[in-house]
């Protein structure tokens, strides 16, 4: 007995073939995320965490994410955050940021989406979070040596409200 697909059998078993064939060489594994190591650049309205695992550099340009810690109890309407990632683009040279971007992170854990696009790069400002995190990341810098590297949003979260309370000085 034939089916009137039949006339389509010698195709899809060639298909089936160059998948079977090449599925294994066109596979990518996803390589793992980065371990967080969250080292603390600054303590002022937030804790300020740099994500030192996934800074990417370009020449002496670093494309990074900053982990900005709110103080306990803070809520936007009827939702309490943790914080949430600032991305940011910092040329060591120039000593200037661009702001690329925010995702918040609700508490318990959950992050929101990326918003917002890359601003045109601007001075550090004296004495900011921003010189901090510059410091850390393009000079080296270990501000609040007695704080551990946290390797978790949760662990940054727990290590900074407290900081923050305190009004912590590096």
Not at 20 to 28: E, S
Request: proline share 7%.
């Amino acid at each position: 007995m034939t089916s009137r697909l039949d006339q389509f059998r010698a195709a899809r078993n060639a298909l089936l073939a160059i998948t079977l064939w090449t599925g294994p060489a066109m596979a990518q594994t996803a390589s793992p995320p980065a371990p967080l190591e969250l080292r603390l650049a600054d303590v002022g309205r937030f804790a300020v965490f740099v994500d030192m695992g996934g800074v990417q550099w370009t020449g002496r340009v670093a494309k990074l994410r900053v982990l900005q810690v709110a103080e306990g109890g803070f809520k936007a309407g009827a939702e309490e955050f943790w914080g949430g990632w600032r991305h940011e683009v910092i040329d060591c040279d120039a000593r200037a940021i661009a702001h690329a971007g925010f995702s918040s992170i609700r508490a318990g854990g959950r992050e929101g989406p990326l918003t917002g696009d890359q601003r045109p790069a601007q001075p550090l400002p004296a004495g900011s979070a921003d010189e901090a995190v510059a410091k850390v990341v393009c000079d080296g810098w270990r501000p609040y040596a007695t704080i551990p590297v946290s390797t978790s949003v949760a662990l940054a979260v727990a290590t900074g409200r407290p900081l923050i309370e305190s009004g912590a000085e590096p």
